[in-house]
T-cell receptor, first 113, second 115 residues
């Protein structure tokens, strides 16, 4: 079965702190895609990153970075020097059968000023 | 930029009413999806469509139907709304091939309250 687990339901950090959001996935596919989405208070899910299972290189985009480790089936997301605008719900996701996306239940991140 | 537009941000309906939620995308995407989002349950797939007039059940299709008469429009229908269908509904679309394959782009959501 395919599954995405985000064990952290809610996290609060003070602005400028670094924070890591955990994501663990399960799949029997040898080729798969992983995603992160951000849902700010406005409600619209915003695509952040897609990672192919063949590419284990970590990725950095500004203050955002992603650590993909196939050995532990994890795809963690780190925000460096967090800002209040980073407050949102973050979803990790896995491409499932027939191109469906399987979402984790999300981690609500509060950045306190 | 991909644009997915949901016709209403907020909707209030009465039990038993027939409800239409509309979604339009402007990027010629083949795939379209309807999810509902509830606290603690994340996003759950209701229905999806790979092409015009095609539809597939998702994880929670009971009480819903869909219509895709044109490629850009995907409608979610609640035949007889019930209070347990009070939720946030999210529409998404994705392209079938190419570099952006599998990336779903979402609308702003419709928050439906059934009284």
């Amino acid at each position: 079965a395919q599954k995405v687990t985000q064990a952290q339901t809610e996290i609060s950090v003070v602005e400028k702190e670094d924070v890591t959001l955990d994501c663990v996935y399960e799949t029997r596919d040898t080729t798969y895609y992983l995603f992160w989405y951000k849902q700010p208070p406005s409600g619209e899910l915003v695509f952040l990153i897609r990672r192919n299972s063949f590419d284990e290189q970590n990725e950095i985009s500004g203050r955002y970075s992603w650590n993909f480790q196939k050995s532990t089936s994890s795809f963690n997301f780190t925000i460096t020097a967090s800002q209040v605008v980073d407050s949102a719900v973050y979803f990790c996701a896995l491409r499932g059968p027939h191109d469906k996306i399987i979402f984790g239940k999300g981690t609500r991140l509060h950045i306190l000023p | 930029d991909v644009k997915v537009t949901q016709s209403s941000r907020y909707l209030v309906k009465r039990t038993g009413e027939k409800v239409f939620l509309e979604c339009v995308q402007d990027m010629d995407h083949e795939n379209m999806f309807w999810y509902r989002q509830d606290p603690g349950l994340g996003l759950r797939l209701i229905y999806f469509s790979y092409d015009v007039k095609m539809k597939e059940k998702g994880d929670i299709p009971e009480g819903y139907s869909v219509s895709r008469e044109k490629k850009e429009r995907f409608s979610l229908i609640l035949e007889s709304a019930s209070t347990n269908q009070t939720s946030m509904y999210l529409c998404a679309s994705s392209i079938l091939t190419g570099l952006a394959k599998n990336i779903q782009y979402f609308g702003a959501g419709t928050r439906l309250s059934v009284l």
